[in-house]
């Protein structure tokens, strides 16, 4: 996905927080928006981890894109329900949301790439459990080589794609403070339902990032007031995620993902037999090793799998809602002030 060119922003520090712009009155949520607050609360709630071992794996991040793709399918029950024709938008709006879900669409397509560079780890340690089952002791030195530079390679956290990801994200943070609109009920609870959907969005697509870099320096520290339904509950799943992380990583274990971490434990047992000999390791428990390490590789393309599929799901949630969008504004008679948008 193509996207303008501008100049190159770093990783930001974790100890960034990034301040929301607050509302200067307050507004009460109607019934269909509390309905949508609270769906979104206890979405937050699901995807909070029960154990530390379990904040970032495969699942939790295929949980975490379903919970997204969900939200947004409530957003478009919510249009519904307030009555608020598309035409009766401000041409802002329209151009707020194109923009925006073009970066979640620049985000899908760079993230895609990275989950096809992680591929290719899973492929040079299969290539060094081929070189395990050889009779050959030359090939054994190639597969202690191999695993070597498996860490080396898995540990390039500032590889362009992951930056790229993380560029999207500052890009869409900077996106977070709430439109000027007129005193309209129905337009206000659109807009707030639809900084619920941003929020959610930069803080999962922000961990999925960290889920594959070797420092914390992708993640975001959101600041939400308290007057949203689901303040609480995003408050609490973000302090346990990101201080979970950043726990991690303070140990010096450089894998977020949980599956990461378990091939890096059976690497680290197979390294140092490779290179020095078994010692007194029996032969059986060399080669219990290697099929650990077989098997938790092959479950680790499976997971990659899963979340490539999720992820091109989401990318066409994303590309359907635009394009409803898009017909719904052309069909509708435009009202005074608001310009027809063409493709």
Not at 70 to 97: A, Q
Request: charged residues 25%; proline residues 4%; glycine residues 4%.
């Amino acid at each position: 996905m193509s996207r303008s060119e501008g100049p190159h922003r770093p990783f930001l520090p974790i100890g960034n927080p990034f301040k929301m712009m607050m509302p200067k009155s307050s507004h009460l949520p109607s019934r269909v928006l509390s309905v949508f607050e609270k769906n979104l609360a206890e979405r937050f709630r699901q995807l909070k981890p029960n154990h530390a071992n379990d904040v970032i794996s495969f699942a939790w991040m295929k949980l975490a894109s379903s919970s997204i793709c969900e939200t947004l399918d409530d957003i478009r029950k919510l249009i519904v329900d307030l009555e608020l024709p598309i035409c009766s938008w401000d041409i802002k709006w329209v151009d707020m949301y194109l923009d925006n879900s073009l970066k979640l669409l620049d985000f899908c397509s760079a993230y895609g790439t990275d989950i096809v560079r992680q591929r290719f780890g899973y492929v040079m340690l299969k290539c060094a459990l081929l070189d395990l089952d050889s009779d050959n002791p030359q090939k054994f030195l190639q597969a202690s080589s191999s695993l070597h530079e498996w860490r080396q390679y898995q540990s390039r956290y500032d590889n362009s794609k992951l930056e790229d990801c993380s560029d999207i994200i500052c890009k869409l943070e900077e996106t977070l403070n709430l439109p000027k609109i007129k005193n309209i009920p129905k337009a206000k609870d659109l807009v707030r339902a639809m900084y619920g959907l941003k929020v959610q969005t930069i803080f999962i697509f922000s961990t999925f990032v960290a889920a594959f870099s070797a420092s914390p320096r992708s993640l975001f520290d959101l600041q939400v007031h308290k007057q949203y339904l689901w303040q609480e509950s995003f408050t609490d799943l973000q302090d346990v995620m990101n201080g979970e992380i950043k726990n991690i990583h303070a140990c010096g274990r450089i894998f977020p993902l949980k599956e990461l971490r378990t091939i890096d434990q059976n690497v680290k047992k197979l390294y140092p037999l490779l290179h020095d000999g078994l010692g007194d390791i029996k032969q059986e428990d060399f080669e219990s090793y290697c099929l650990e390490l077989k098997e938790n590789n092959e479950k680790f393309l499976v997971g990659l799998d899963e979340l490539k599929s999720e992820m091109d799901r989401f990318f066409k949630v994303v590309v359907d809602g635009r394009m409803a969008l898009l017909d719904n504004f052309q069909q509708e008679a435009p009202r005074s002030g608001v310009q027809q948008v063409r493709m």
